[in-house]
């Protein structure tokens, strides 16, 4: 099999699953128990939030662990729209970002604020200047994500954040697609709120933090106990916490190798689409995007066919996000770039992983190009 959609997903790391099996028997307890294991437990948790806040130049106690991208996005909007809706009831997001955001912008609608979608360029960056002209004295909460699970365009995050800082309004971005793939510092850059998940750099499913800036006010999604400093209520995935702990040491240690192992044979796969396939075009920036994201368009061609083509020969890509893979509509990503309907519904999305081979990519290429070909011919 060659999995191209790392994106979607990746697989847990041997290592992750080695550290991951002994709080799933061994040390089952409860972190808040009264004994010694509930405590050496917390203590084990304490340690991982110290080196995920590390990571990116955070304090620990902005770290409060979640169930992941979805929950962490969920938790910032509605936190926002339950702490200062005396401030306003204005939110601002861009029209390209994942559905955790973009449903829930839809619910606060739903419930009386008012949500603007800045338009991307081409390329898929919001422009600075589109977010100042957005901003109104109303507006309590700026969201834009870090890096595009689509196209792979990084934002101007920094620039976005200064904008929203002077202007006194929270600034959050989803990096759940960015964090661990690319360097990220809260240090350097006015973030307030920032998602991650754990499954998209070799961790389980299930587990994701939220950083929350020391002083923004955060009130919380979920109410129950008083884990996560009465933050997050909800035992603590022990197992899954400890797994991404791991995942994130590994894929910190090696960014940078994989990185380029990964935008190498990414580049090799662009270059061979787009110059020995006629009538393709290239989704995003060629120049600021996730290293291991491509997205290509094939006029005429029905991206969904071809995916289902290439699953024949168990080559595992994806047209829009995972999430809508099943829905024909062309994706809101591709429609927000200006793409018309044929060429976005003619896209694939390859991410590819550090541990994919020259190989494999040139035996997708292959694959690709003959299955283009006989779609053309039919049609
Ligand atoms: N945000 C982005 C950009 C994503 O790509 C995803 C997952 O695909 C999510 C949020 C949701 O994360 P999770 O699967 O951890 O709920």
Request: charged fraction near 20%; aromatic fraction near 6%.
């Amino acid at each position: 099999m060659i999995y191209l959609d790392h994106a979607a997903t990746t697989a847990v790391y041997p290592e992750v699953i080695r550290e991951m099996t002994p709080y799933l028997h061994e040390y089952y307890y409860n972190p808040s128990g009264a004994y010694k294991e509930g405590r050496l437990l917390h203590k084990k948790l304490d340690e991982i939030r110290i080196g995920l806040a590390e990571s990116i130049h955070a304090k620990p106690q902005e770290i409060i662990f979640t169930s992941g991208g979805t929950e962490s996005d969920n938790w910032v909007l509605v936190n926002a729209a339950r702490t200062l809706s005396g401030k306003g009831r204005h939110i601002i997001t861009s029209a390209m970002e994942h559905h955790a955001i973009l449903h829930t912008c839809q619910f606060l609608e739903s419930c009386g604020f008012e949500v603007t979608y800045l338009t991307v360029n081409r390329e898929g960056f919001v422009e600075p200047a589109v977010l100042e002209q957005a901003i109104r004295p109303d507006t309590i909460l700026i969201s834009v994500m870090y890096a595009n699970n689509e196209i792979g365009t990084l934002q101007p995050v920094r620039e976005l954040g200064q904008i929203a800082q002077k202007n006194s309004i929270p600034f959050h971005t989803d990096a759940v697609q960015a964090y661990a793939h690319i360097p990220i510092d809260v240090s350097e850059a006015p973030i307030d709120f920032l998602s991650v998940s754990a499954h998209k750099f070799g961790g389980p499913k299930g587990v994701g933090f939220l950083y929350a800036g020391e002083g923004t006010p955060l009130s919380p999604l979920l109410y129950g106990g008083a884990q996560e400093q009465g933050r997050r209520a909800g035992t603590e995935n022990v197992a899954g916490i400890v797994g991404m702990g791991k995942a994130a040491q590994l894929s910190l240690e090696h960014m940078n190798e994989y990185a380029l192992q990964e935008s190498v044979l990414r580049d090799h796969l662009m270059h061979r689409i787009l110059s020995e396939i006629p009538m393709t075009r290239l989704n995003g920036s060629s120049k600021k995007r996730l290293p291991g994201n491509l997205n290509v368009s094939f006029q005429g061609i029905d991206g969904a066919t071809l995916i289902a083509m290439l699953e024949t020969k168990d080559i595992y890509v994806s047209g829009g996000s995972a999430c809508s893979s099943a829905d024909q509509a062309p994706s809101h990503v591709l429609h927000a770039i200006g793409l018309p309907d044929d060429m976005a519904l003619g896209a694939l999305r390859i991410t590819v992983g550090h541990e994919n081979t020259m190989e494999e990519i040139n035996e997708t290429f292959e694959n690709i190009r003959s299955f283009v070909q006989e779609l053309r011919q039919i049609s």
